[in-house]
């Protein structure tokens, strides 16, 4: 059984296009997170939700807007796309808050390219 | 300076060395983690400690948390183990990562 899942694996698209990754986790965990990996392969935490509820935000446009309907799904919202959002999306969920202190569960990667 | 440096940034090494990657940070934390991406892509968390030493099989990791650095050994390297390994330190509900350690192992 898959315990984080993201869908889809692969996301080709033009600027400008509005697009969704999805993310679910059957681990029973508490809180969600969405990572994006940059061309350099540096990872950096964009959202994080806890029980359906937004905890982190970082500095990320608000064209990205998370959606998290239960604490088993975290879905993230892309608009307008724009060719600098090309790269990896990662979701990832930890048993607690303390996400810094508790072993996170990666999904398997979006590649979004957009052109 | 970022927050978490690793080194070296790529390493080579032939089947059967013994292997280490460091991690240095400079912000507080309550925890080190240390994940595995795999050249397919995907995300592996190896290690998560905050203070002493780990070991899994052939891998240990190690934290000092007076000098603020983390080591990740693994022994009798295998091509298998090739793969790019990422240092993190969790504080407020976070990850800050390391930009990673690519380690290619030569049969």
């Known amino acids: 059984d898959t315990a984080v899942s993201q869908t889809p694996k692969y996301l080709v698209t033009q600027m400008g296009n509005d697009k969704s990754i999805k993310c679910e986790q059957n681990l029973g965990h508490d809180t969600m997170y969405w990572y994006k990996q940059d061309s350099k392969k540096f990872l950096k935490i964009m959202f994080s939700?806890?029980?359906?509820?937004?905890?982190i935000n970082e500095t990320v446009p608000n064209r990205f807007s998370p959606k998290s309907p239960d604490k088993a799904h975290l879905n993230l919202h892309i608009n307008s796309l724009e060719l600098g959002d090309s790269a990896v999306y990662f979701c990832a969920s930890s048993q607690d808050l303390r996400g810094g202190e508790d072993t996170q569960y990666f999904g398997p990667g979006t590649r979004l390219t957009v052109l | 300076k970022n927050e978490v440096e690793q080194s070296p940034q790529n390493l080579t090494a032939q089947e059967g060395e013994f292997i280490t990657i460091n991690c240095s940070y400079s912000v507080g934390i309550s925890a080190l983690h240390w994940l595995q991406q795999h050249p397919g892509g995907g995300i592996v968390s190896l290690f998560m400690l905050s203070s002493g030493k780990k070991k899994h099989g052939r891998l240990i990791a190690t934290i000092n948390i007076q000098e603020k650095h983390s080591s990740l050994h693994i022994t009798a390297s295998h091509p298998r183990d090739s793969a790019v390994y990422i240092c993190a330190v969790g504080g407020q509900g976070n990850l800050i990562f390391g930009k990673g350690t690519k380690l290619s192992v030569k049969p």
């Open positions: 939700y806890n029980n359906k509820e937004l905890i």
